[in-house]
């Protein structure tokens, strides 16, 4: 089941850890858990970035899959730098947990490391919120158990009525290695929904805001980018009651009034990559 995996490490006297670094430490302490292989296009995993407080280095690695790791290890090595291990602590967090919160509106976000999307070629170094909540979609789609994915009209009644409410931050270059640079967006981030979405969709945008804190948002989260914190969930709902200018058909089967699929598999839409 998912869980957050938190160690403190002893770091190194010269230690710099690049997002190549991260990345391999990370394959090293959670592949042996999983059949995928290193080469698996998507990592049931996702890497923060390492950080330091009073001479002890706080790292906190996300597992998305069935059975998570137990991990004891004595030494995290970043490159030629291994790292002591002080403390291990694993924190289960199942699907069906994370669905059966109260659902919320609007929900705060701190983006801690660069987050940036890969679309097309090309990279877009902002927190789009249709881009945060398509990619969150599909990452728990990829991993959680079928009777728990999000149906296609909850995705697309999400997409259609999120808007970014407010945001405080910049764009920064992070080294990815000795000689080249990623950029990407940290600070502070309020998603919100509509006033116009329909009874499922807060539900279903709570559980995404709180696997997206899991999980990470966006490009390369196998490589410490796109780490978030979810501050606050603002269950309250708007002042009006939510309305529809015009009805609006659907083709597909009604999902449940939690959002979540009651039977059938789950559905998975184009991933940022790893």
Same mark, same amino acid.
């Given at each position: 089941?998912?869980?957050?995996?938190?160690?403190?490490?002893?770091?190194? /006297?010269?230690?710099?850890?690049?997002?190549?670094?991260?990345?391999?430490?990370?394959?090293?302490?959670?592949?042996?858990? *999983?059949?995928?292989?290193?080469?698996?296009?998507?990592? !049931?995993?996702?890497?923060? @970035?390492? %950080?330091?407080?009073?001479?002890?280095?706080? *790292?906190?690695?996300?597992?998305?899959?069935?059975?998570? /790791?137990?991990?004891?290890?004595?030494?995290?090595?970043?490159? !030629?730098?291994?790292?002591?291990?002080?403390?291990?602590?694993?924190?289960?967090?199942?699907?069906?947990?994370?669905?059966?919160?109260?659902?919320?509106?609007? $929900?705060?976000?701190?983006? %801690?490391?660069?987050?940036?999307?890969?679309?097309?070629?090309?990279?877009?170094?902002?927190?789009?919120?249709?881009?945060?909540?398509?990619?969150?979609?599909?990452?728990? =789609?990829?991993?959680? @158990?079928?009777?728990?994915?999000?149906?296609?009209?909850?995705? #697309?009644?999400?997409? $259609? &009525?999120?808007?970014?409410?407010?945001?405080?931050?910049?764009?920064?270059? +992070?080294?990815?290695?000795?000689?080249?640079?990623? &950029?990407?967006?940290?600070?502070?981030?309020?998603?919100?929904?509509? #006033?116009?979405?329909?009874?499922?969709?807060?539900?279903?945008?709570?559980?995404?805001?709180?696997? $997206?804190?899991?999980?990470?948002?966006?490009?390369?989260? +196998?490589?410490?980018?796109? $780490?978030?914190?979810? =501050?606050?969930?603002?269950?309250?709902? /708007?002042?009006?009651?939510?309305?529809?200018?015009?009805?609006?058909?659907?083709?597909?089967?009604?999902?449940?009034? &939690?959002?979540?699929?009651?039977?059938?598999?789950?559905?998975?839409?184009?991933?940022?990559?790893?």
């Amino acid at each position: 089941m998912p869980a957050v995996v938190m160690l403190d490490l002893v770091p190194q /006297p010269g230690l710099r850890v690049y997002p190549a670094r991260l990345h391999g430490a990370a394959c090293a302490l959670v592949e042996p858990a *999983w059949s995928g292989g290193h080469h698996a296009q998507r990592k !049931p995993f996702r890497a923060g @970035p390492l %950080i330091g407080e009073a001479g002890v280095a706080r *790292w906190r690695l996300g597992w998305l899959a069935d059975r998570a /790791p137990r991990l004891s290890p004595a030494i995290v090595q970043f490159g !030629p730098h291994p790292c002591p291990v002080l403390r291990c602590d694993i924190q289960d967090l199942p699907f069906a947990e994370l669905a059966a919160g109260p659902p919320a509106w609007s $929900a705060e976000l701190d983006v %801690i490391s660069p987050l940036y999307f890969s679309r097309n070629g090309r990279d877009h170094p902002l927190p789009d919120p249709v881009l945060i909540l398509r990619s969150t979609c599909d990452r728990w =789609n990829t991993f959680a @158990p079928a009777l728990l994915a999000v149906p296609d009209e909850v995705t #697309r009644e999400l997409l $259609a &009525t999120v808007r970014l409410a407010s945001m405080d931050g910049r764009t920064v270059s +992070t080294p990815v290695t000795a000689t080249m640079h990623q &950029t990407g967006f940290v600070g502070s981030v309020r998603l919100a929904l509509g #006033r116009d979405a329909g009874k499922p969709a807060p539900s279903v945008f709570a559980a995404l805001m709180r696997f $997206a804190d899991l999980a990470g948002i966006g490009a390369q989260t +196998t490589h410490g980018f796109g $780490a978030v914190q979810l =501050n606050q969930l603002n269950t309250a709902a /708007p002042a009006r009651a939510p309305y529809r200018s015009t009805p609006r058909a659907s083709k597909t089967p009604r999902s449940s009034q &939690t959002g979540f699929r009651s039977s059938g598999g789950a559905t998975t839409t184009k991933e940022d990559r790893e």
